[in-house]
């Protein structure tokens, strides 16, 4: 008769358990840096495509992003949130790399939530620098920590596009990287946009406010935008 082989105590499996658990959110954090530097380091249609041949990564990126956003002393998704509570319920917004849709969640105005993948109906799954809106269709559009990849004047200009003559965008970033708040802001108005108002007293995020004063130029070349990517420690 074959002897059944003995479980392991208690004690040992737990920490076998432990130990598992802790290398399993190891490779999950690493995987998490590696995907983030993939998403400053390519375009966004790059990265749409990344997501869509492998659909867990942005599951992957979204836990490890939100966990990171949890250490924060504050989000600024929030106070646009407070913003857009603020102004008719008639606006419509554009929240261009939405994540789990929180402003459209938070608020009861028309919001299109666009982002590279979904997590939830909410979100329509797009390349930021091609949304599927008409000209001139929106009064609010939103960049709330989502200024990733290597083509930002497409996604500022496709904002551009969308927002009506007088539209307001709003943008908010970690302010580590900026090299050089007035280049940034130069290209802005370069782009179409009057700045109208900005924070740049707050230690962890920079937030701008601009108004749509014209279209785009059609010629946009000689236009550049970088920000520096923001990397995550391990921990």
Same mark, same amino acid.
């Given at each position: 008769?074959?002897?059944?082989?003995?479980?392991?105590p208690?004690?040992?499996?737990? /920490?076998?358990?432990?130990?598992?658990?802790?290398?399993?959110?190891? =490779?999950?954090?690493?995987r998490?840096?590696?995907?983030?530097?993939?998403?400053?380091?390519?375009? /966004?249609?790059?990265?749409? $495509?990344?997501?869509?041949?492998?659909?867990?990564?942005?599951?992957?990126?979204?836990?490890?992003?939100t966990?990171?956003?949890? $250490?924060?002393?504050?989000?600024?998704?929030?106070?646009?949130?407070?913003?857009? +509570? *603020?102004?008719?319920? /008639?606006l419509?917004?554009?929240?261009?790399?939405?994540g789990?849709?929180?402003? %459209?969640?938070?608020? *009861? &105005? +028309?919001?299109? !939530?666009?982002?590279?993948? %979904?997590?939830?109906?909410?979100?329509?799954?797009?390349?930021?620098?091609?949304?599927?809106?008409?000209d001139?269709?929106?009064?609010? %559009?939103? #960049?709330?920590? !989502?200024?990733?990849?290597?083509?930002?004047?497409?996604?500022?200009?496709?904002?551009?596009?969308?927002? *009506?003559?007088g539209?307001?965008? @709003?943008?908010?970033?970690v302010?580590? $990287? #900026?090299? &050089?708040?007035?280049?940034?802001?130069?290209? =802005?108005?370069?782009?179409? #946009? @009057? =700045?109208?108002?900005?924070?740049?007293?707050?230690?962890?995020?920079?937030?701008?406010?601009?108004? @749509?004063?014209?279209?785009?130029?059609? &010629?946009?070349?000689?236009?550049?935008?970088?920000?520096?990517?923001?990397?995550? @420690?391990? $921990?």
């Amino acid at each position: 008769v074959e002897e059944e082989e003995a479980s392991p105590p208690e004690e040992e499996q737990s /920490s076998l358990d432990s130990f598992r658990s802790r290398m399993e959110q190891r =490779l999950e954090a690493a995987r998490f840096r590696y995907i983030n530097e993939r998403l400053y380091s390519t375009t /966004s249609g790059e990265a749409k $495509r990344m997501f869509q041949q492998d659909p867990r990564a942005f599951w992957v990126y979204h836990k490890g992003y939100t966990a990171q956003v949890q $250490r924060w002393p504050a989000n600024p998704v929030d106070a646009i949130i407070a913003y857009i +509570k *603020k102004k008719p319920v /008639s606006l419509v917004v554009a929240d261009f790399g939405c994540g789990d849709g929180k402003i %459209a969640r938070s608020v *009861k &105005n +028309k919001v299109h !939530s666009f982002d590279l993948a %979904a997590t939830s109906e909410l979100v329509t799954v797009c390349d930021m620098a091609n949304v599927p809106l008409a000209d001139g269709s929106v009064d609010i %559009a939103v #960049f709330c920590l !989502s200024l990733m990849g290597t083509n930002l004047v497409d996604f500022l200009t496709e904002a551009c596009r969308v927002l *009506k003559t007088g539209g307001v965008l @709003k943008i908010a970033e970690v302010a580590s $990287r #900026f090299d &050089n708040v007035r280049d940034f802001t130069s290209t =802005l108005t370069r782009l179409g #946009f @009057k =700045l109208t108002s900005k924070d740049t007293e707050n230690s962890h995020f920079y937030s701008f406010e601009f108004v @749509k004063t014209e279209n785009a130029p059609k &010629n946009r070349k000689k236009l550049e935008l970088q920000l520096k990517p923001c990397v995550y @420690k391990r $921990r």
